[in-house]
């Protein structure tokens, strides 16, 4: 799996640091702006995976720059061009320190939770009787608070965050607001592309000049769990699995091989033929998420197609 990129190290014209997070790496440019390299990492259970995913920064960051595009009306964002397939670039802001996830149904670690016997998540109480899956009364907002790399992120509630100061008062209503605006409009595009927007987490910022601004990736399948909308219902009435696309087959196949991120698990062996599959199954992602058919970059060289391209747009501005 040679035609991946999982590190960079660039020196561009202006730069002034570099912020390596779980899959992607931000170079910052002059203090005024970003360029963001999404890379073939793979990271599930808060840890990074040893090997890279071919294709999966193209996909991450094609994904994510086309739905910033489809939300701009509603939500500004960061963004400002796209250089690479793999690249995005854009202002520099100051993010805030939580994820803001929310969720549509119960699933993934809310359904967790809720089997263990909890019916508050984040504060956010869940009604009794549900089955996993099933989709909640109306979408509830589960905050996270942001990981540095190979760190778990955590659960928090709306009253601890305004508690500790992490997020001001009126700064969190912003969130709140622009997170249920984002998840209507993701459910709206993936209803289009016979999909259910299941849950997702948006990140956000603000700029030099105080704008809170939509950050970092949007509606991807690492970001976002999607169920198929054909057949939803009577699998669930049947009390089946979903059919669902997302990361979440990686997590699964982790937890059959004994892996959760738990002190003292090791992760399991990823062999280039399972590698092959997890590349095969983004791909299939991309196109049922996107309505599109995904056109692989060239790889053969990716670092040096990377690096010319962003010095090409940083000489162009």
């Known amino acids: 799996m040679s035609h991946t990129i999982i590190a960079s190290n660039f020196n561009f014209p202006k730069q002034k640091s570099v912020y390596k ?45 086309s739905m910033m595009r489809a939300t701009q009306d509603l939500v500004p964002n960061w963004l400002t061009a796209t250089p690479d397939p793999n690249v995005a670039v854009g202002h520099l802001c100051e993010p805030f320190k939580v994820e803001m996830v929310i969720r549509g149904y119960l699933a993934g670690h809310a359904a967790r939770e809720y089997k ?39 659960d928090i509630s709306r009253e601890e965050i305004l508690k500790r100061g992490i997020v001001s008062e009126a700064d969190y209503a912003v969130l709140e607001d622009y997170t249920r605006k984002l998840y209507q409009r993701g459910s709206d595009i993936a209803a289009s592309r016979g999909l259910i927007l299941v849950d997702t987490k948006y990140e956000f910022g603000k700029t030099k000049d105080g704008k809170i601004v939509l950050i970092d990736e949007i509606h991807t399948p690492d970001s976002s769990r999607y169920f198929y ?77 990377i690096e010319g391209n962003v010095l090409g747009y940083l000489g162009r501005r």
């Open 229 to 305: 909308k054909e057949g939803y219902q009577e699998r669930q009435d049947r009390g089946e699995a979903q059919k669902q696309l997302s990361k979440e087959f990686v997590r699964q196949w982790l937890i059959a091989n004994n892996f959760q991120g738990l002190e003292g698990q090791k992760v399991p062996e990823m062999t280039d033929a399972y590698i092959q599959t997890v590349s095969e199954r983004y791909i299939e992602l991309y196109e049922n998420i996107m309505g599109e058919e995904f056109v692989k970059a060239d790889v053969s060289d990716i670092q040096s197609r």
């Open 21 to 65: 997070g779980k899959v992607r790496e931000v170079y910052n440019i002059n203090n005024e702006e970003l360029v963001m390299i999404a890379t073939d990492r793979l990271s599930a259970f808060d840890v990074v995976m040893p090997k890279g995913i071919p294709y999966k920064g193209q996909i991450l960051n094609q994904i994510a720059t």
């Open 116 to 154: 263990a016997g909890k019916r508050l998540l984040c504060g956010v109480k869940m009604p009794d009787g549900m089955r996993e899956n099933d989709q909640y009364p109306s979408p509830i907002i589960t905050p996270a608070t942001k990981a540095e790399m190979g760190d778990h992120d955590e």
